[in-house]
């Protein structure tokens, strides 16, 4: 009963949590070169990938930057933060929505590609 006791009293061992981030993908790079591609007549211009200098706990390590014909600067930011993917207008540095799938934040700047079907586990 005593050794009980004593372990009851023991200070309980800390564990670190290690924050959920998603990174972008080969998918997520082939996805945006074809978003790209369909969104040029309606005045997307270009997009890339970083690499992010400031790294921050449950953050992607890369963000993507995304050009319109109507500015020169960049025009948009896409990450992602935890489960979700943020999309942030680059010039006002205003954070627009955050989404469940890069298709989602993609789709709004300019919905060129028809959304992918979700697929619900039975």
């Known amino acids: 009963m005593e050794d009980l006791m004593l372990r009851m009293t023991e200070t309980p061992s800390t564990c670190k949590i290690i ?3 998603m990174e972008i993908l ?18 997307v211009c270009d997009a890339d ?3 992010s200098s400031d790294r921050e706990p449950g953050h992607s ?20 933060r935890g ?10 540095e205003h954070q627009l929505g955050q989404f469940a799938s ?4 993609l789709n709004m700047v300019r919905p060129v590609l028809p959304l ?7």
């Open 61 to 80: 390590s890369e963000y993507i930057v995304i050009w319109v014909r109507e500015t020169a600067d960049p025009a948009y930011k896409i990450f992602s």
């Open 19 to 21: 924050p959920f981030q």
């Open 102 to 105: 890069f298709a989602d934040a």
């Open 49 to 51: 990938v970083f690499g």
């Open 26 to 43: 080969s998918r997520h790079r082939e996805y945006l070169s074809r978003w790209v591609e369909a969104g040029l007549p309606m005045g």
């Open 116 to 122: 992918p079907e979700k697929i619900v586990a039975a």
């Open 83 to 92: 489960n979700k993917w943020i999309l942030v207008d680059a010039i006002r």
